[in-house]
């Protein structure tokens, strides 16, 4: 257990929000009528859009809270995390300030502990649950038997393979004693040299491992395929990209979902649409949400193209409103913060998340269809732009001080002086490091 787990942090303390809040509620007030009015006009009862975004929920990726880095250097931050419960404690001071982090994604064997059932003692504690579970067949472990070095489930040796469905069967089994429902399931197999491995037969490969790990799914999990265009592979990706990742899902059963990491795409490829297709197919299991300039940067959500990130959620918003059949995605972050205090960046792209949520509740989607059926392409484009435009800073706020959460969780988070307070609780291990955690 943390040292810093025993009393509750001042930025979980409600009394301390509270007095937070307190100088800000007044302004809130009023920027939340102005805009009341504006949407009123518009034939939006903003109520009912602060109510739906109080609801909005995504999962905080444990392997997020501490500093990440890139492959040539880690810098690690202060206070950082030193196991699976204090990335808890930084998850829950997160919850505490947004509302908007009611549970924790989980990566294993990096959130390995003993005493599994501690592990969810301590999340129920601090009003957190556990969602999906995620594997890691791209490392060796100490001691492991198999190396991955040429692949995990698409491995030309049965026993390799063999390794990598048990711990992914085992993980099942930690997800089902934290109270999980989903493994999301990314491999890097693949290949750096044409004609070093043969597609097909690794494809079929993957389809014969992924079964395995599918039979051991209880009846009411999923199982998230997360494709990606390269990295750690850099000719050729087994799961490449959205249509691999739904030929195995299909392949495999009703179970079988799809995941899109927005980080895993080639720059300017229209994520959006490849969205529509996952509804469409009712394969879209979920996303990990970040945001990207060139390649996997796992940077914040909405930092680089909020547009693009409003856009993905106008699709979301679009396939709720026409009653899309199987449509019930599971929203994670997964990102890197190599610059930044982990906290503070998980805490504003939940929010970014909630913006553009928020933003796609605001498209006249009666209008939008009459444009479009008309080719009326200018005012088609122009109603998505009026909802992004929006400021719905106010629907935010309010929506957090509505769950006893803060109106600017950053401030309060920095006058709680919880980074600080770890640093001393946490004294940092010194050496230089590389790698995402
Ligand atoms: C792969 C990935 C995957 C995680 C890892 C930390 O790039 O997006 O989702 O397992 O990052
Ligand atoms: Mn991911």
């Known amino acids: ?19 937070q809040n307190a100088a800000r509620t007044a302004d809130l007030d009023a920027d939340y009528a102005a805009l009341g009015a504006q949407l009123a006009r518009r034939g939006v009862d903003i109520e009912s859009v602060t109510r739906r975004v109080a609801q909005f929920g995504v999962a905080i990726p444990s392997w997020g809270v501490g500093t990440g880095g890139t492959r040539f250097a880690r810098f690690a931050g202060q206070g950082e995390p030193r196991g699976v419960f204090e990335k808890l404690d930084d998850c829950a001071v997160i919850h505490a300030l947004t509302g908007a982090t009611p549970t924790v994604s989980l990566h294993l064997p990096w959130d390995r502990t003993p005493d599994v059932a501690a592990l969810k003692a301590f999340g129920d504690a601090r009003g957190l649950g556990f969602d999906a579970v995620n594997s890691n067949t791209f490392q060796d472990q100490p001691g492991q038997a198999q190396s991955y070095k040429f692949g995990s489930l698409t491995h030309t040796s049965k026993d390799a393979r063999d390794q990598a469905v048990a711990h992914n069967l085992d993980c099942i089994r930690i997800g089902q004693a934290l109270g999980s429902k989903a493994l999301t399931l990314w491999i890097g197999d693949g290949a750096n040299f044409p004609g070093q491995q043969h597609f097909v037969r690794a ?33 050729a990706t087994v799961i490449q990209d959205w249509g691999s990742s739904l030929m195995a899902a299909q392949a495999l ?11 895993h795409h080639a720059p300017n490829v229209n994520i959006e649409m490849i969205v529509a297709r996952l509804v469409h197919a009712r394969r879209l299991g979920g996303f990990h949400f970040n945001d990207s300039k060139y390649g996997d940067d796992d940077l914040d959500s909405g930092s680089i193209d909020p547009f693009r990130l409003f ?12 009653r899309a059949p199987d449509f019930r995605p599971t929203h994670m972050l997964d990102q890197s913060h190599n610059v930044t205090d982990p906290v503070e960046s998980l805490m504003t792209s939940a929010i970014e998340l909630q913006r553009a949520f928020a933003q796609s509740l605001l498209v006249d989607r009666e209008a939008l269809a009459g444009y479009q059926d008309g080719n009326d392409a200018l005012m088609a484009a122009q109603s998505l732009k009026r909802a992004f435009t929006t400021d719905v800073g106010p629907i935010l706020a309010r929506a957090r001080l509505s769950k006893g959460a803060a109106i600017d969780p950053v401030t309060a988070y920095r006058a709680s002086g919880y980074r600080a307070a770890c640093a001393v609780a946490r004294p940092a291990r010194g050496g230089a490091s590389s790698g995402i955690v």
Not at 253 to 263: F, M, R, T
């Open 1 to 19: 257990m943390s040292a810093s787990s025993d009393k509750t942090p001042m930025a979980r303390d409600a009394g301390f929000i509270a007095a």
């Open 203 to 235: 494809f079929e490969r993957y389809l014969d491992s992924a079964a395995q790990i599918y039979s051991g799914l209880p009846t009411d999990w999923r199982l998230l395929i997360e494709h990606k265009m390269y990295e750690p592979a850099f000719y």
């Open 253 to 263: 059963g009703p179970k079988a979902w799809c995941l899109v990491d927005l980080g």
């Open 311 to 322: 856009l993905v959620f106008n699709e979301l918003a679009d396939a709720e409103w026409r």
